[in-house]
C-alpha cells in the first residue's frame, strides 16, 4: 500500500463522549455559581444559622465546608463515578467509591473541627468536636456514632442533587433511545416505501446475470456484487449486532463497485485490512457512510488524480476503521485555508447520524476524529471491541 504523507494536518472535529447539557460554557458556569451561592446562603442563615447555636465566625467556616463538600461530592460522583460504576451496573465498584468518599470526607470533618474548636469558644462545637475526638482518626470504621454523625453533617444534601441528577441523566438517555429509535423507525419506513419487491428484483438481476455471463464476464460480476450489497441490505442488518467480517466484506463489495464505475476516471482506491475480524460482532451499517463520503465529496468532480483509502484494523479488541480521500482542487483557482467547519459540512447527516449511534451503541467505548486539510481529508474510527473467542488474536494481514 502506498503511502500518503498529510501537510499541515489540524484537527477539525474532535466528537465528545457526552455533550453538556448547557452548550454555551460560559452560561454553565454562571448558571452553577449562581445556583451554589444560592445554596450556601441557605446553609448559612436557615440550614445552620436557625439550629446551629454558634457565633457568626463558625457558622461562616461550617456553611462554607458544608457547600464545599456538597459540591465536590456532586461533581465527582456525578460526571466521573456513575457514568463508570451506576450507569453501567457495577454496584459493587460503586459501594467502594463511596466508601472511599465516606473515608476522606470524615477526615477532612475530624481536622475540621479540631481547628475550629481551637479558634473559638462554642459549647455545640465543643461537643460536636468530642464526637470526633473519641472515635480518634479511624472512627469511620471503630465508632459508628462518630461514622453516622460526619456522614449526616456531608451527604445529606449531596445525595438529594445526586438523585435529582441521576433522574436526569435517565430521562436524558430515554429520549436519546427513543429518537434514535423514532430515526431507524422512519428511515425503515422510507426505505420500504421506496423499495421493489426484493423476491421480484433478485430474480430479475439472476435472469440479467445468466443472460450477460457468457458474453460480459466483468458485467456478470457487477451484478452479482450488487445483488449482494442489497442481499446483506434487505435481510441481513436487521439485528443489533452483525459478524464485523460480514460487515467489512459488504465494504469491499461496495469498493470494488465503485472501481468497476470509475475504470474510465483516474482514481486510485485502496483496502487494507489486518486482525481476525470475524472473532467480533459490530452494530450493522455503521462503517459505510464514511466509505460513501469519500465517495461523493473526494472523488465526484475531482479534475486531478483522485484517491480513496480504506484500512480496518484489529488488535487487542481495538477495531480501528480509516478512510482517507483527496479533496478534489479546481483547476486555476487559488488555494484557500479550510474553514473550521468545512469538515462537517463535508461528513453531512451521514456522519452526524453515525455519530449519534456511536454514542447510543458504545458509549464511552469509542472515538471519532475527523481531520481535514487543503488536499485530504481523513476519518479515523476506533472502537473497543469484546471478542467472542478470546484465543483468537490478531493475524495475518489481507488487502
Known amino acids: 500500500m502506498s503511502q500518503v504523507h498529510i501537510k499541515s494536518e489540524e484537527p477539525v472535529i474532535r466528537r465528545p463522549l457526552a455533550e453538556s447539557w448547557i452548550q454555551d460554557t460560559h452560561q454553565q458556569v454562571i448558571v452553577q455559581v449562581l445556583l451554589w451561592g444560592v445554596f450556601g446562603l441557605f446553609i448559612r442563615h436557615v440550614y445552620l444559622g436557625k439550629f446551629y447555636q454558634a457565633n457568626d465566625f463558625t457558622l461562616n467556616w461550617l456553611s462554607l465546608g458544608v457547600v464545599l463538600q456538597t459540591a465536590a461530592l456532586y461533581y465527582v460522583f456525578s460526571n466521573y463515578i456513575f457514568p463508570r460504576t451506576i450507569y453501567v451496573k457495577k454496584i459493587g465498584t460503586f459501594g467502594l467509591w463511596f466508601a472511599i468518599s465516606h473515608l476522606v470526607l470524615y477526615e477532612v470533618n475530624y481536622i475540621q473541627f479540631n481547628i475550629l474548636q481551637r479558634l473559638t469558644t462554642v459549647v455545640r462545637l465543643e461537643r460536636d468536636w468530642g464526637i470526633f475526638r473519641e472515635a480518634g482518626l479511624l472512627g469511620f470504621v471503630t465508632d459508628w456514632s462518630a461514622a453516622f454523625y460526619s456522614f449526616f453533617w456531608s451527604f445529606p444534601f449531596a445525595i438529594m442533587i445526586l438523585i435529582v441528577r441521576a433522574f436526569g441523566d435517565i430521562i436524558k438517555l430515554r429520549l436519546e433511545n427513543y429518537k434514535l ?219
Open 181 to 399: 429509535e423514532k430515526d431507524k423507525f422512519s428511515l425503515e419506513l422510507d426505505f420500504l416505501k421506496a423499495q421493489v419487491n426484493p423476491h421480484f428484483l433478485f430474480n430479475t438481476l439472476n435472469s440479467v446475470y445468466a443472460r450477460v455471463f457468457d458474453s460480459d464476464e466483468q458485467a456478470a460480476d457487477l451484478i452479482l456484487r450488487l445483488s449482494e450489497l442489497m442481499r446483506y441490505n434487505l435481510y441481513e442488518t436487521d439485528v443489533d449486532k452483525i459478524a464485523l467480517d460480514k460487515e467489512l466484506a459488504y465494504i469491499q463489495n461496495y469498493l470494488n463497485l465503485e472501481r468497476n464505475r470509475l475504470s474510465d476516471q483516474y482514481v486510485v482506491i485502496e483496502y487494507e485490512q489486518s486482525g481476525r475480524p470475524e472473532a467480533y460482532q459490530i452494530t450493522p451499517l455503521l462503517l459505510i457512510a464514511f466509505v460513501e463520503n469519500a465517495f461523493k465529496h473526494g472523488v465526484k468532480g475531482a479534475s486531478e488524480p483522485a484517491y480513496v483509502q480504506v484500512s480496518a484494523t484489529l488488535a487487542n479488541d481495538q477495531f480501528v476503521f480509516r478512510v482517507e480521500n483527496s479533496i478534489p482542487i479546481k483547476r486555476h483557482v487559488p488555494v484557500v485555508e479550510l474553514p473550521q467547519d468545512s469538515a462537517k459540512k463535508s461528513g453531512g447527516v451521514g456522519l452526524d447520524n453515525v455519530s449519534r449511534r456511536l454514542n447510543a451503541f458504545y458509549e464511552n467505548r469509542h472515538t471519532l476524529a475527523v481531520t481535514a486539510t487543503e488536499d485530504t481529508y481523513v476519518v479515523a474510527l476506533t472502537i473497543q471491541l469484546n471478542a467472542l473467542n478470546k484465543e483468537i488474536n490478531a493475524g495475518t494481514k489481507s488487502h
